[in-house]
């Protein structure tokens, strides 16, 4: 399938708010590249159309273009970046979110040798493919239905499972697949990364945390790196200051507060950390947000 009616309906149907009138459906059309920013992923596949994103999660780094797909199974802070985008030739992409549950149902109904066999290890939270041609074909079918509302109720929810049929089945699979198995590493780590986001003011033993998990220390120290890229401590000040950054957007002029309110007793160590994480002191920063338009999702197109 040529990617040209892929991009048709995608810049026929973008809105300013990515929204489209299919539930889970996200388009994204991008006139500029922009510097990187921080965000959390959500748990989504995105397929770009036209143009081109970087996305660094800890240490590693994702490129992906036109024909090409990222999948997050996991709620990750990423940095994101549209690297090809400009007035003549936007940024084009699709995005679905992926749900455990609706995973968890299509493995359940799967026959005996319809799923590959899952290697060793737990997967990484974040990866990129090519999309095959019929992933495409089914993505652009999702699409059509944005000009048939009479069929979008009964067939936009098959054309979804059909996706992530695909992904399932597919290249990424196996990190796709653990999004809906109860009893994966993935979702060990899933239940810390949740815990980590909510108590990320708080200090923590990782003893705790593996053990809430239900992992003993060394597997979930492990799996923790292989889905996130880094390590529990990483993972919590990533989240601190991103959390730092959003307060500061709209509280600009209390930089110590902020810093205690996500967890910093030395507002020196927080205008440190935060000026190696965003490259600027967390004032300077916080006027410059106050300017800027935000990505409303961080890892499309």
């Keep these: 399938m040529s990617l040209e009616e892929f991009r048709t309906l995608l810049d026929r ?25 921080p965000s959390m992923s959500g748990t989504v596949l995105a397929v770009i ?16 273009g036109p024909g090409q797909y990222l999948v997050a199974s996991v709620d990750l802070p990423v940095t994101g970046q549209f690297t090809q985008a400009d007035l003549k030739r936007p940024a084009l992409g699709f995005g679905l979110t992926l749900e455990p549950s609706a995973v968890a149902e299509l493995l359940l109904q799967a026959g ?19 999309a095959p041609p019929a992933l495409l074909d089914t993505v652009v079918r999702l699409l059509r239905l944005l000009d048939q509302p009479r069929d979008r109720a009964v ?13 399932i089945t597919g290249e990424q699979g196996a990190t796709v697949r653990q999004l809906g198995l109860a009893d994966s590493g993935l979702s060990h780590v899933s239940r810390a990364v949740r815990w980590i986001r909510e108590h990320y003011a708080e200090p923590f033993r990782v003893e705790d945390v ?16 292989a889905v996130t890229a880094m390590s529990p401590i990483q993972f919590q000040k990533q989240i601190r200051l991103q959390e730092a950054r959003l307060l500061l957007a709209t509280n600009p002029g209390d930089v110590t507060g902020v810093g205690h309110r996500v967890g910093y007793d030395n507002p020196s160590q927080f205008s440190r ?7 600027e002191p967390p004032s300077r920063d916080a006027a410059r947000l106050r300017n800027a338009v935000r990505t409303p999702v961080s890892i499309l197109p």
């Design 155 to 167: 067939l936009a929810p098959l054309a979804k499972r059909e996706i992530l049929w695909r992904l």
């Design 49 to 64: 159309a036209q143009g081109a994103k970087r996305l660094a999660l800890g240490e590693r780094v994702y490129e992906y």
């Design 13 to 37: 149907h973008a809105r300013p708010d990515w929204t489209t009138a299919i539930d889970g459906v996200l388009i994204s059309k991008v006139d500029r590249p922009d510097p990187s920013a």
């Design 273 to 279: 950390e935060y000026r190696r994480q965003f490259g």
């Design 112 to 130: 005996p040798g319809d799923l590959p066999r899952t290697g060793g290890g737990t997967p990484s939270g974040i990866a990129v493919g090519d």
């Design 210 to 225: 593996a053990r809430m998990s239900g992992m003993s220390v060394s597997a979930f120290y492990r799996s923790f790196q």
